[in-house]
């Protein structure tokens, strides 16, 4: 009788602290995210989620590899992934910037961002899924002005077709965690270029968890392409802001800052715009790395992803 | 001796195969874009080939197997293969031309950016939906990769009428046949995906492809003449 109690009192208790820690463990889940939408798209698996302790919201195309967008829930303007900030550094060299195109969406912080802060540029973007579109007005209070306007297409397939040129394109497309091959390679770079008016320019976000061969072979395929190249590598996220120029000449990182303040007059970024210049600049024009160009034909971008360059692995070898 | 060389052939150009059909995802997606309808397109067309072939290849084999006959058919597909990057980017290109995109009608008027024509609900996002391409890319693929998958549809079936003799079970012996055409279209899968896409090129790979081809055409012939002379 007593085993009995004893046995039923243990499996009892057993269940109980079961159920407890489920409740816990389902408690401190919900305090530190919620998923507001997820569902599979044709092309990724788009997720929004709140994280409420931050006061984000963030959009993600697969469940581990990283974050596409992020919203500070009070300020939706607020451009909050430093990256984002560095795409914006292209804008210093252009302060009269009046043809925007964006490849690639996102969460639509860039776009919310020109049409507040510059809302008499004309911003066209190139989204390839309509589901995103659909996501960015619905959750991350992407709205229409009349200069704005969404194609959803190929990005690609948009350069081969629109006729239409401008003085800035920002390359931000991404399928989960790499830029689709026929995005890279030089027969694409060749059809950017011809989209750009005369000083025009192009600001790619490189995102590469490990600086990789890929990488390498990216740089100099814009090297090759475009007369001056700068980077900016943007903190510690893996985002290096790749900027190629239609200018002949360099611009010194004291004539791009003082730009930048003028470009600040009256303005308020919610961040230094100066101050980001002058920590993350670097010219590349003259830098030379050993990697061939891409192009449609030879575009290993997945062998290359997972290569380090030599000199790295050279210098690893070092005692 | 024959029958080596004949059930190589089965394997190599199951192999040869796949690795076109890997390279034709790559020679595709820069001019119609990286999506699921043109993998499915592509596969579609590969499958239509490959029915079409085995039907018409097993009739063509009742009709006096010969060994020489399935070498010609082979060496036919290499050429085909080899040839494909002379013509794809034409082909890619008059399919689908320059027209078509989506674009506000402003923009088609005056080239090159006109201000927006004034929008009654200012807050409404102005979205221009994608043309369908579904129909177009399967006509592009369709007319680049049907006739060298018809024609490498043809070898299993006559591989296996090629051998019946040799086969004192049929069962076994036509299972033999499919699986190892089987275990070279997967050679032919990964050995393109992990390594030929980055050693060659795309269209390098259709030419090392169709050289297999045209080579193994000629080592049946010359096999046929061989088992002639000795018989």
Known sequence: MTRLKLAVLAVGSAVIGLVGLLAIGMAGQATESVVKYDRESRYYRIRVVDYPDEGRRCLHFSKTRGIQSSMVLEDPVKLDLRYSRSMIAALAYLPEAKDVLLVGLGGAAVPKFIQKQFPDVRIDIVEIDPDVVKVCQDFFEFKGTPNTHVIVMDGRMYFKRSPKKYDLILLDAYAADHIPFHLTTAEFVQLVKDHLNPGGLVASNLWEHAVNRFYYAELKTYQLAFPQTYLFPSGDSGNIILVASLEKDPIAPAELQRRAKAVLKGRDFGFDLADLIEKEYRLYTTQTNNEKPLTDDMAPVDTLRRENPKFFEEEAKRP | ?231
């Open chain 2, 1 to 231: 001796m024959t029958r080596a060389i004949i059930l190589a052939t089965v394997f190599l150009a199951g192999a040869a195969l796949m690795s076109m059909e890997m390279a034709s995802f790559r020679l595709v997606q820069p001019e119609f874009g990286s999506d699921i309808i043109v993998w499915g397109s592509l596969i579609s067309v590969f499958l239509v080939g490959l029915a079409l072939g085995a039907y018409g290849g097993g009739r063509l084999a009742d009709l006096g197997p010969a060994m020489w006959k399935l070498g010609a058919v082979l060496a036919v597909a290499g050429a085909v293969t080899l040839s494909i990057p002379l013509y794809a980017d034409a082909v890619l290109e008059w399919v689908y031309p320059g027209q078509g995109a989506p674009l506000p009608t402003e923009w088609k008027e005056s080239g090159t950016g006109a201000s927006a024509a004034p929008v009654a609900d200012s807050t409404k996002l102005s979205v221009y939906e994608p043309p369908d391409l579904r129909w177009p890319t399967l006509g592009a693929g369709a007319i680049l990769f049907a006739l060298p998958s018809i024609l490498l549809g043809m070898v299993c079936p006559y591989a296996a009428r090629l051998l019946i003799h040799e086969m004192p079970h049929l069962g076994q012996g036509v299972g033999q046949i499919s699986a190892l055409s089987t275990a070279g279209c997967i050679l032919g899968t990964l050995g393109t995906a992990f390594y030929l896409v980055s050693w060659m090129g795309t269209r390098w790979l259709l030419v090392a492809n169709g050289l297999v081809l045209v080579g193994l055409g000629i080592l049946l012939v010359l096999g046929h003449m061989a088992a002639r002379r000795k018989g």
